[in-house]
């Protein structure tokens, strides 16, 4: 079945570093990959999106890679902040009929002060 | 615009039960999914809805049922609780209706089953 493999799954960086957090997806026919950040006790959030025929997209910080081929997609956060620490989820959004959006895990980001 | 709302937040029931869980999408908004998030397993997908049509579902038992309204107002039920049911309970909206847009998520319902 579908599926969405997410790593790591606790990431602990330095205020200032940057962080990748990768997901590999098994459907081909998914053509939607959306991120999102859920802070403690709230609910997720989107904080940036990528479609199939596009590569890749940066929106100030944050930057998300795409490659078709090998079903590998990436999310990079640069000079993080504390208030960057949150868990953030990958998905894959597949349309079969409706659609179907398929999550990762989710990664732990800590970000030390 | 307000956005989604779930009701109840909590919940508290024992095996065996039955729950119906309410969310009310942004106004405007035709597609509702619902997700099951536990610790460690992310967000399971559940089911989506549009214009009162089911229209995927996951893999999840027949216990899991919902259904949607003409207000896009969308209901699920769980029948016969189990222990493992115990989770936050995720709906969230859209405006679009490829799965190609961004989905709306509300603050959930909290389920507990003793």
């Known amino acids: 079945g579908e599926n969405v493999e997410q790593h790591p799954s606790t990431l602990s960086v330095q205020e200032g570093d940057s962080a990748v957090i990768k997901c590999t997806y098994s459907?081909?026919?998914?053509?939607?990959f959306p991120w999102y950040k859920q802070e403690l006790g709230k609910r997720p959030q989107l904080i940036i999106d990528?479609?199939?025929?596009?590569g890749e997209k940066k929106d100030q910080r944050i930057a998300v890679t795409l490659n078709k081929t090998a079903k590998h997609f990436s999310l990079h956060i640069t000079e993080t902040q504390p208030e960057d620490s949150a868990v953030y989820f990958c998905?894959?959004?597949?349309?079969?009929?409706?659609?179907?959006?398929?999550f990762g895990a989710g990664t732990r980001l800590f970000v030390k002060a | 615009k307000a956005g989604v709302t779930q009701t109840p937040r909590y919940l508290i029931k024992t095996r065996g039960q039955q729950v119906t869980l309410s969310c009310s999408p942004i106004?405007?908004?035709?597609?509702v999914s619902w997700y099951q998030q536990t610790p460690g397993q992310g967000l399971q997908f559940l089911f989506e809805?549009?214009?009162?049509?089911?229209?995927n579902k996951g893999n999840f038992p027949g216990r899991f049922s919902g259904r949607q309204f003409s207000n896009s107002r969308s209901e699920m039920n769980v029948s016969t609780l189990e222990l493992g049911d115990s989770a936050l309970y995720l709906c969230?909206?859209?405006?679009?209706?490829?799965?190609?847009?961004?989905?709306?998520f509300g603050p959930g319902t909290r389920l507990t089953v003793l």
């Open positions: 459907d081909s026919a998914s053509n939607y």
């Open positions: 106004s405007g908004h035709r597609s």
């Open positions: 969230a909206s859209s405006a679009g209706t490829s799965g190609s847009h961004e989905q709306f």
């Open positions: 998905a894959a959004s597949i349309p079969f009929g409706g659609f179907k959006t398929i």
């Open positions: 990528i479609r199939s025929n596009v």
């Open positions: 809805y549009f214009s009162e049509t089911q229209r």
